[in-house]
Each structure stands twice: as C-alpha cells, then as structure tokens.
C-alpha cells in the first residue's frame, strides 16, 4: 500500500532504474549472493550495494534486465529453482547481478520506500511519549508498506485495519470497475 501523500515516483527519476538498499538481514544477503554468484562468476556483489526488489521505477529502455533475467531462467531453469530451495529467495539476488552485469545506471530511493520488513523495524508501534498521537510509525515514516513476512491473517487484519483508519486519506480513490480492464493489451507490442 502506498501513503496517500507520498511523492509521485514518477517525477523521481528520468532514465534511472531506481530502488532502494536492503539491509534488513545481512546474513541472508551474504548467504543468497553466495548461492547465486555461480550464474555469475565474474560479478561480485557488495553486501553494503545490495538493492531491494521489492520496490523498483524503471522505464521501457531498461527491458534488457528482463531478457537478461527470462535467458538466465530458460538456461538453467532446473538448477536456479533447486538455488531458490536454499532459502536465497528467487528474484532480488539475480536482479541485483543482472543489474550490475549489465552496467545499468541506478538511482538510490530512500528508505521511506521501502521500509520492509515493518514488523522486524517495529514500525507498527507509535510514540507513547507523544501524548494522544498514537499514529503508526509506517504512517508517519514510509511511503510503501509491505504486509509480509508475518502470518497471513494477521497480514489481512492490518491492512484492513489501515484502510479502516486512514482510508479516507485517498480522496481520489475510485472504486475499479473491472469490466473496463483490458488485460488483452498487456499482450500487444
């Protein structure tokens, strides 16, 4: 979910790809980097460059990541699904050696944009000292918020819980008519 009075991302960036730092468990960064550094032998990562890909902005020029990315998988399907078992994830990894492979101009985006995980950063707690103002600190510190990496009910409660209190912030929220989609055009070229 987005703030409603977060940036337009879009206005961020011109030809960058942009994301942002992930420092949210160095040891599964190191492990993950290792477990996939044999698709890229002469890529190294640094634990300290390594990006999120949860959140990313990019625009159409940055299509050769994703070739990159659909070759990798159709050449070694097999032994990159038996490296995701490993506990290094499927995406963010390759992501980041394809990225630095490829020598694509990057943009850092803060870490209001990704403030991930929330509950690992306490960010569902608020200032008790503050007096009456018990707003969640993800509400008054990030603009994205991820409901992951906790159970699924609980997940389901707190977004409800957030549409309950702050929805009415989104005055330009319009309920979807899906009979408009046109997911057919997702498929033209």
């Not at 977060?6 to 290792?34: G, I, M, V």
Request: with cysteine; glycine share 6%.
């Amino acid at each position: 979910m987005i703030h409603w009075d977060a940036p337009n991302p879009f206005d961020l960036y011109t030809d960058e790809w942009c994301w942002s730092k992930d420092y949210s468990n160095l040891r599964w960064t190191y492990n993950s980097s290792n477990y996939y550094q044999k698709f890229y032998p002469d890529i190294k990562l640094d634990l300290y460059n390594y990006y999120s890909s949860a959140i990313k902005f990019f625009t159409k020029e940055h299509k050769p990541i994703f070739d990159g990315l659909i070759k990798l998988y159709e050449d070694n399907a097999i032994e990159l699904d038996k490296t995701a078992t490993m506990g290094g994830g499927k995406v963010q990894t390759i992501c980041n050696y394809e990225v630095k492979k490829q020598g694509i101009k990057t943009k850092e985006l803060d870490i209001r944009w990704n403030m991930f995980p929330m509950h690992k950063r306490e960010m569902f707690g608020y200032n008790w000292q503050d007096g009456d103002d018990t707003t969640p600190f993800f509400v008054k510190y990030s603009y994205i918020w991820h409901y992951t990496g906790f159970g699924i009910e609980d997940r389901t409660n707190l977004m409800r819980k957030t549409w309950d209190t702050f929805g009415a912030n989104y005055t330009n929220y319009q309920e979807i008519d899906e009979s408009k989609l046109q997911p057919e055009a997702y498929n033209e070229k």
